[in-house]
């Protein structure tokens, strides 16, 4: 990479590629916005319209009511800009996610950079274009950058925190020990600033990241104490201790905290507030009674002694399963095969990452381990702290909630390839072979295409397999049919504008689609929000529309739109009085998933 013409053409190249595979077709693939999209979305619109979100809550700071789930506030906010270019849509929604995923490409290379210090500029850069490869076509980066999940804005927010610390502590390190020079301290504290903002964006932006953000935090802060004793030069006795350090980096740690502070201060007052921690109270293992009743009947059989409720105390009991939790999250089948059980969260059809990775996953830790103990220390607690919200919770192993480990798998991943390589190549220079150098390059070039290709073979079947039957086969799992089933509300409307609307609601959330789609005012449902009939925060009637659990209580006429899991077609036609000229609406599948009818 001697050219710096030639790494900039790779380095826009792979930029390109990581552009186009999170943003072709994007509002259609998946085929459809899952319902806690179209919340986000219907929310930002709201608060874009009114200042106001759809409960009627002025410009929340830290969480959003939505339905009672309280989401924390940074993704609607994300949204905001785009929507008022592009309006309330499928892009606008997507769009954040997308651009945080072609962010973390560029991100997640320059931590490579700085993790995997290189002799030399050329293979430092040639280390970034790896990484930035690697995470480019990685079927969990690609996935995540595809769906307005609030972890990828986050994800990229917390690397970005991590890069722009570590650029300040190489800086922060030479001025503590040079005259102060005014400018230059300015550019220091300036990436100190960015680190601390996006830290604490992070955590406005998904809930895992109010555990993960503080404590690599810490680690970071560590690393730079660490770093800061072995570069001075003075009395050592002095350079070990703890005020030395807090003394000659006062101005920065005063920035650093007074920063975090100021934009931590809402969500610190609202630490107290059961509805923000809702989220937490329902998935997290210690509100799983189970395990309680596991320790004492454990104690019960052990002859309830002091021995028995020593050994079989319900904190270990917990600690055993937080251990299973974060473990099952490293198992084969997992990271390789078949990755998350929820569809959303993964094809089904690969794991989170490639099966050749499996290998360079391995050679990666070792060569990290061996050669690089600092960024293996830093890499390794990453992984834990990036467990461990995942390992609290009930439903494991979960990609979505591990999503702030991406970086760390990626460059021991990176670091495998690069060592791969080099073990055979020097294996093959040692050979005492009557061959030309000329020879051995051609050599080295091939071993490069072989690794190139499987990685090829292997991006084309998750690609194919991703666009083509992943979209049909989980259609279902994205709520698809409900665009149309709005459109087809509207048409029957039209005609029957004085009539009652019923629809079913197992499919979930069919309030939101109806006002998303409609692109209903904000101000009309605010207006409801006191009055209207609710489960669980979801409007069960909004105007003349009822959103029923049984067609039982329907006063006639009406505008009947039924949930083909729960009415089939053939129920709807032996229903008194009714139209032969329903609706059918199917999904991309060719699954029926609505039918929309009139009852006189």
């Keep these: 990479m001697k050219?710096?013409?030639?790494?900039?053409?790779?380095?826009?190249?792979?930029?390109?590629?990581?552009?186009?595979?999170?943003?072709?077709?994007?509002?259609?693939?998946?085929?459809?916005?899952?319902?806690?999209?179209?919340?986000l979305g219907y929310?930002?619109?709201?608060?874009?319209?009114?200042?106001?979100?759809?409960?009627?809550?002025?410009?929340?700071i830290v969480a959003f009511e939505s339905f009672g789930d309280w989401k924390p506030s940074g993704y609607f906010y994300a949204i905001i800009p785009f929507m008022a270019v592009l309006g309330l849509s499928e892009w606008s929604v997507r769009l954040p996610a997308a651009l945080s995923g072609i962010l973390l490409v560029i991100l997640i290379g320059m931590l490579a950079r700085k993790l995997l210090p290189s002799p030399s500029l050329e293979r430092s850069r040639a280390v970034q274009l790896l990484v930035m490869a690697l995470v480019t076509i990685s079927p969990w980066a690609v996935m995540f950058s595809r769906v307005?999940?609030?972890?990828?804005?986050?994800?990229?927010?917390?690397?970005?925190?991590?890069?722009?610390?570590?650029?300040?502590?190489?800086?922060?390190?030479?001025?503590?020990?040079?005259?102060?020079?005014?400018?230059?301290?300015?550019?220091?504290?300036?990436?100190?600033?960015?680190?601390?903002?996006?830290?604490?964006?992070?955590?406005y932006a998904y809930h895992a990241l109010r555990l993960v953000a503080p404590l690599l935090g810490g680690v970071l802060i560590w690393r730079w104490f660490e770093r800061f004793q072995q570069s001075t030069t003075t009395d050592r006795k002095q350079n070990s201790s703890l005020f030395y350090f807090i003394q000659k980096?006062?101005?920065?740690?005063?920035?650093?905290?007074?920063?975090?502070?100021?934009?931590?201060?809402?969500?610190?007052?609202?630490?107290?507030?059961?509805?923000?921690?809702?989220?937490?109270?329902?998935?997290?293992?210690?509100?799983?009674?189970?395990?309680?009743?596991?320790?004492?009947?454990?104690?019960?059989?052990?002859?309830?002694?002091?021995?028995?409720?020593?050994?079989?105390?319900?904190?270990?009991?917990?600690?055993?399963?937080?251990?299973?939790?974060?473990?099952?999250?490293?198992?084969?089948?997992?990271?390789?095969?078949?990755?998350?059980?929820?569809?959303?969260?993964?094809?089904?059809?690969?794991?989170l990452l490639y099966h050749i990775e499996a290998v360079f996953l391995v050679l990666g830790g070792w060569y990290v381990v061996k050669y690089q103990r600092r960024t293996a220390v830093l890499l390794g607690l990453w992984l834990l702290i990036g467990l461990l919200p995942a390992a609290l919770t009930k439903a494991t192993p979960h990609a979505l909630r591990i999503l702030p480990t991406l970086p760390v798998w990626m460059i021991l991943?990176?670091?495998?390839?690069?060592?791969?390589?080099?073990?055979?190549?020097?294996?093959?220079?040692?050979?005492?072979?009557?061959?030309?150098k000329a020879f051995k390059r051609v050599i080295r070039v091939l071993l490069l295409g072989v690794m190139a290709a499987a990685y090829l073979i292997e991006f084309t079947m998750f690609w194919r397999f991703y666009t083509q039957v992943y979209v049909e086969k989980y259609a279902g799992d994205f709520m698809s049919?409900?665009?149309?089933?709005?459109?087809?509300?509207?048409?029957?409307?039209?005609?029957?504008?004085?009539?009652?609307?019923?629809?079913?609601?197992?499919?979930?959330?069919?309030?939101?689609?109806?006002?998303?789609?409609?692109?209903?005012?904000?101000?009309?449902?605010?207006?409801?929000?006191?009055?209207?009939?609710k489960d669980q925060g979801e409007y069960l009637s909004f105007s003349k529309v009822k959103f029923v659990d049984s067609l039982s209580t329907i006063i006639k006429p009406a505008i009947i739109v039924a949930s083909a899991e729960q009415f089939t077609i053939q129920t709807a036609r032996n229903l008194d009085n009714l139209k032969p000229d329903e609706v059918v609406v199917r999904d991309r599948a060719g699954k029926i998933v609505w039918v929309i009818f009139e009852l006189k």
């Excluded at 925190?161 to 504290?189: C, H, Q, Y």
């Excluded at 270990?316 to 937080?322: A, D, H």
């Excluded at 048409?491 to 499919?507: G, S």
Aim: overall charge negative.
């Design 43 to 60: 929310d930002a619109f709201s608060l874009l319209q009114t200042g106001k979100d759809h409960h009627g809550n002025s410009w929340p």
């Design 413 to 436: 991943i990176s670091a495998g390839v690069i060592h791969f390589y080099e073990l055979v190549t020097s294996w093959w220079s040692n050979q005492q072979l009557p061959v030309t």
């Design 148 to 203: 307005a999940w609030e972890v990828n804005l986050a994800t990229m927010l917390l690397v970005g925190g991590v890069v722009a610390f570590l650029s300040f502590t190489d800086r922060a390190l030479v001025e503590t020990r040079r005259r102060f020079n005014l400018k230059k301290e300015e550019k220091t504290i300036l990436l100190l600033i960015i680190a601390a903002v996006c830290f604490c964006f992070s955590m």
């Design 3 to 39: 050219n710096k013409h030639v790494y900039l053409l790779i380095f826009v190249l792979i930029i390109a590629i990581a552009s186009f595979l999170r943003l072709w077709r994007l509002d259609q693939l998946p085929t459809s916005l899952y319902w806690e999209e179209v919340a």
């Design 249 to 351: 980096n006062a101005r920065f740690l005063l920035v650093g905290l007074g920063v975090s502070l100021f934009l931590l201060m809402p969500l610190v007052i609202s630490l107290g507030n059961v509805q923000t921690n809702q989220r937490f109270n329902e998935t997290n293992i210690f509100a799983d009674l189970e395990l309680l009743k596991e320790a004492q009947s454990l104690q019960d059989q052990a002859g309830d002694t002091w021995l028995s409720r020593l050994f079989y105390h319900r904190y270990l009991i917990y600690g055993q399963q937080v251990l299973s939790n974060a473990l099952s999250h490293t198992t084969v089948s997992f990271l390789f095969v078949s990755g998350d059980q929820n569809a959303r969260h993964s094809t089904q059809f690969i794991g």
């Design 481 to 533: 049919g409900y665009k149309e089933m709005v459109q087809g509300l509207a048409v029957a409307t039209d005609k029957l504008p004085d009539h009652q609307i019923y629809i079913t609601r197992e499919l979930g959330r069919p309030a939101m689609y109806y006002w998303f789609y409609n692109q209903t005012d904000p101000r009309l449902v605010q207006q409801q929000d006191e009055t209207a009939t």
